[in-house]
T-cell receptor, first 112, second 117 residues
């Protein structure tokens, strides 16, 4: 069945470091792909999305490119800040359903 | 942007009592609403999908008699946890969507933390 796999956390980085959180998916067809962010004690916020192959989603300095050939949607940021500390979820929305499938989440902590 | 609210944000109840959680779309009409449950340090688990004016569709393994969902209007869905037990303690998150199908984005509420003592 359709699934999303993302790197396990926690990930701890120093401020201004480069961030990569890996995400791969399995799906029949071509799903839309998302990254959501959850700050402590809050619900999910959509961070960025891509709806077709080679699309790049970007927001708040974060980027992810929809790679069909590697079935990946890795999240990157060139210089992280303490305020980026949160849990990040990779997700897909299949072409045949309206049900979002989430990865297990990656907790990111940024040290000052 | 579209805003979804949940009430209450936190609730503590005694074992055996029922708790109602509200999910409202504040600035749009939500044809479809979703209820998720999130365990500590885990991902979101979809519990059910509700469409306005019809019965909710529950995911496999979710007890529909325990988790009652009512999508009474295009801006309100409620989740009632009946006869709550400590194992029902969790973070419950709703999302709302303007239409059915993948072309419509889901907007998430801030979540409700339920603690059953």
């Amino acid at each position: 069945g359709d699934s999303v796999t993302q790197m396990e956390g926690p990930v701890t980085l120093s401020e201004e470091a480069f961030l990569t959180i890996n995400c791969t998916y399995t799906a029949t067809g071509y799903p839309s792909l998302f990254w959501y962010v959850q700050y402590p004690g809050e619900g999910l916020q959509l961070l960025l999305k891509a709806t077709k192959a080679d699309d790049k989603g970007s927001n708040k300095g974060f980027e992810a490119t929809y790679r069909k050939e590697t079935t990946s949607f890795h999240l990157e940021k060139g210089s992280v800040q303490v305020s980026d500390s949160a849990v990040y979820f990779c997700a897909q929305l299949g072409s045949s359903a309206s049900k979002i499938i989430f990865g297990s989440g990656t907790r990111l902590s940024i040290r000052p | 942007g579209a805003v979804v609210s949940q009430h209450p944000s936190r609730v503590i109840c005694k074992s055996g009592t029922s708790v109602k959680i509200e999910c409202r779309s504040l600035d749009f009409q939500a044809t479809t609403m979703f209820w998720y449950r999130q365990f500590p340090k885990k991902s979101l688990m979809l519990m059910a999908t509700s469409n306005e004016g019809s019965k909710a569709t529950y995911e496999q393994g979710v007890e529909k008699d325990k988790f009652l969902i009512n999508h009474a209007s295009l801006t309100l869905s409620t989740l009632t946890v009946t006869s709550a037990h400590p194992e029902d303690s969790s973070f419950y998150i709703c999302s709302a969507q303007q239409g059915a199908g993948k072309t419509y984005e889901q907007y998430f509420g801030p979540g409700t933390r339920l603690t059953v003592t």
